[in-house]
């Protein structure tokens, strides 16, 4: 069956240190990958995207990297902040037609000062 | 002001009663997309619009209907609602370029609860 996984546990990290959170898919053939944030009581936030040809995807603290092969997301966010602590949800797009986004469960991130 | 606004922010309802959830939007998108969320299932699709007169079913349209009414305007009914309805219920769009980006925006959500 299809499944797309991500720790369900929160993530506690120190300010200052690197958070990486994981996404793993089975039974997908993503064309592309996209991360959003969600805080309580809010709508998620697009984040990245990357393509299933690219190995690697940064944006100013956030990198994302996909690994096909493997069938895994990482996302890192480096110099982690208080203001970083949210909820992480990863979403696979595959190219059947309408590219519709499965989402995965997201984990929880908190960073303490 | 946000780009996708829902309306209600939070609704309690009844068993059997018929309620609409409203999405209107000033991104000036085509696509347009209404999700639940349950605490341990993530976000599912339930229906989404490509344009005023595209309407298709998502995976879990059942008990659900909407109406496009405008390019702006996309609503969510519950025709007799049940409590397994109770949850977290997002609009989102899209710009619908046809290619491999289409990230969604979403309004800050409906918050429903049925006794």
């Known amino acids: 069956s299809q499944k797309i996984e991500q720790n369900s546990e929160a993530l506690n990290i120190q300010e200052g240190k690197t958070a990486t959170l994981t996404c793993n898919y089975t039974n997908y053939s993503p064309a592309y990958l996209q991360w959003y944030r969600q805080d309580p009581g809010r709508g998620p936030v697009f984040l990245l995207l990357?393509?299933?040809?690219?190995k690697e995807k940064r944006k100013e603290r956030l990198k994302v990297t996909f690994d096909t092969t493997l069938k895994q997301s990482l996302f890192h966010i480096t110099a982690s902040q208080p203001a970083d602590s949210a909820t992480y949800l990863c979403a696979l797009g595959e190219n059947t037609g309408f590219q519709k986004l499965v989402f995965g469960t997201g984990t929880r991130l908190l960073v303490s000062p | 002001d946000a780009d996708v606004t829902q309306t209600p922010r939070n609704r309690i309802t009844k068993t059997g009663k018929r309620i609409m959830l409203e999405c209107s939007q000033t991104?000036?998108?085509?696509?347009m997309y209404w999700y639940r969320q349950d605490p341990g299932l993530g976000l599912r699709l339930i229906y989404y619009?490509?344009?005023?007169?595209?309407?298709n079913k998502g995976e879990i349209s059942d008990g659900y209907s909407v109406s496009r009414q405008a390019q702006a305007k996309f609503s969510l009914s519950l025709e007799s609602a049940i409590p397994n309805q109770t949850a977290l219920y997002f609009c989102a769009t899209s710009e619908g370029t046809g290619g491999t980006n289409e990230k969604l925006f979403f309004g800050s959500g409906t918050q429903l609860s049925v006794l």
């Open positions: 990357i393509r299933e040809n690219e």
């Open positions: 991104k000036g998108h085509d696509r």
């Open positions: 619009s490509f344009d005023v007169k595209d309407i």
